[in-house]
């Protein structure tokens, strides 16, 4: 490396700090020097801030106003490729470099020094008498599993003041510990012995394995339907990694599939590993991200944001149900985890393992193309076989209004609930009903700050919009036209759905899974293990129940709306529906008996839906392949998603149609921009949004037009301009 390593007290340092500045500032190293990379406090203005010293300083101005370093942090000095990945991020997103350190520093008191702290666990004894401050101490311990907490955070938690901990202390059942304020985790042995493969699972192990041992850089789609073992083979690749003496990183789309997980890295490595997501503890990030910088964190699974955590050897990223749309980030830095996990492989040399039933287009094409491996697993384990898949024609079925449960699927749940089987009932709408209509003026209910329907929710007994959160009352009358009781719900939630349900099968166990309906983790966790063992006749659920939860009696899925994701602005929507329907179909028959999957469809003949009975994925996505390609769009052309965003909507659209008009550096490199248009939700939170779009070929390079275009836009006010490259949602 040609860059200076180590830099003398004195020497003139570049630091990159966390703060919203375009570029780097000059210090002089401290007493003692300073590495490259080292995370340091530095002086601004009257403030201390985090930074990074990122190279030797410019100078160019009088060396006697420098001010120094005021200490660097004992935290292990960012590496290389670290602060290599970051510039790329930053280039490919059109990020701001602050920006993406404070993305790669998201832990609390870097700077502390090590030293020892009281914390808390569950105890073994029994409080004298319960109280609800108490219970709620308790069940928080038992929320997050074996992890500490200090006194503050679990005091915060439960919402109980700290004397209420102490009691529970003096009682016996929280242990007080004294303990090093990060611990190392424990180690995860690879050699312990793993469930003993199958032909084809031992031979895509042996694939992965020998890829990894070359030490290079490689990404390998690993697509298996639901139950085919992908996360026993992914598993030994994670024992590969760690016989290296290398670390690992597991992506999951959403935590609540995080519990059952950890209990899988346990029985295969007898421990447990660092966890890193929203539900931790402030404590635990703190740990986690500093032991995975000084190699004491083996293996990391996390949610998307845990890419920017500083491993010292990554060898293995795996990103698991890498088609879901949970991966991309869309406020703050807009990026996607799945690909930029490949990028990170990329640069220090990694391994990518991209799990799923149903990938995503652009991971099928780049297989395709051969830039990424390919390994199928066709058979799911043991007995367990693929549902039938069937429609049911919604033309040639009697329906009552407002009912939306076909005499024919009526028919197959009840043949269900006869042999003790369960049934899934699958709307993707979360509520009692989508619109609330007014009889009388024809208005329909909408929120006060954004270009949305309200949603009522009738378990919460309020409206909600699903933009901003914002929620109120049902009105008795008509916010418009002020008569009374002529409001009426349109359409299905679930929680309608539910109703419907339960007055046409009276005799059966009905249980809702939305991810609004439960007030913890802990509360949703138990409730699908209740299901999971027989508690329940008829399941109904949203998208929540689509992803990797295993309810061994359930045979029947019900798909209520199956042309719900069918059409719409979206170039993704047949992908999504397809995705959705198989990963729901794949709920049924896990375990030694066969399921169905029933689809209410009024367009059976649609391709899509075609595609999705038929069960020919190949032919699916060879067909949507060839109209993205004729169409020029991802992932056979280039997008981005410009959106303005201001109080008023005239000067926004000032600027969109100024920018629309001054485009050389776009048609430059053969781009095109659509708009400016208002976007599909044209206000949010009060403010309009005003959308434009940038179509480029492939290979064209997007972000350094899209640079040299808003570079000399000065946006005055309250005017707000993101850049999302490869934009998921068109919103
Ligand atoms: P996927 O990740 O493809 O959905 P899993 O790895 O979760 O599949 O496997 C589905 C179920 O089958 C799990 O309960 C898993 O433990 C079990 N299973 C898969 N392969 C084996 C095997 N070779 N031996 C024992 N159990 C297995
Ligand atoms: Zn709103």
Redo the contacts with the bound molecule.
Sequence with gaps: MSAQEYFDQGELVAVLTTQPLDRTLDYKAPEGGCFLGAFVEVPLGPRKVLGVVWGAGQGGFDLAKARSVIRVLEVSPMREEMRVFLGRVADYTLTPMPAMLRLATRAPGLGDPPSMRKIYRLGSGEPDRMTDARTRVLEVLRDYGGLAFTLKELAEQAGVTSSVVKGLVKQGAVREEDSPRDLPYPYLDPDLPG????ED?AAAVARLQAGQRTGDYGTTLLK?V???????VYLEAVAEALRMGRQALVLLPEIALTAEFLTRVEARFGARPAEWHSGATMTERRRVWRMVGQGDAQLVVGARSALFLPFRDLGLVVVDEEHDTSYKQEDGVHYSARDMAVLRAAICGARVILASATPSLESWANAEAGKYDRLD?TAR??AAVLPEMKPIDMRAEQMQPGTWISPSLRQAVHQRIEKDEQSLLFINRRGYAPVTLCRACGEQIACDYCDARMVEHRFLKRLMCHQCGETKPMPEACPSCKVEGKLAPVGPGIERLAEEAEATFPEAKIAMLSSDLFGSARALKAKIEEIAEGDADIVIGTQLVAK?H?FPKLTLVGVIDADLSLHGADLRAAERTFQLMRQVAGRAGRADKPGQALLQTFQPEHPVIRAILSGDEEGFWKAEAAGRQVAGVPPYGRMAGIVLSGPEVGPVFDIGNAMARNDVPLRDIGAQVFGPAPAPIARIRGRHRVRLLVKAPKGAPIQDAIARWIAPLRLKGDIRLTVDIDPQNFY
């Excluded at 469930?195 to 199958?198: D, G, I, N, S, V």
């Excluded at 639901?226 to 026993?232: L, Y």
């Design positions: 469930k003993k493969l199958t699972q298996g639901t139950g085919s073992g992908k996360t026993e697993l384990f043991g990797g295993n």
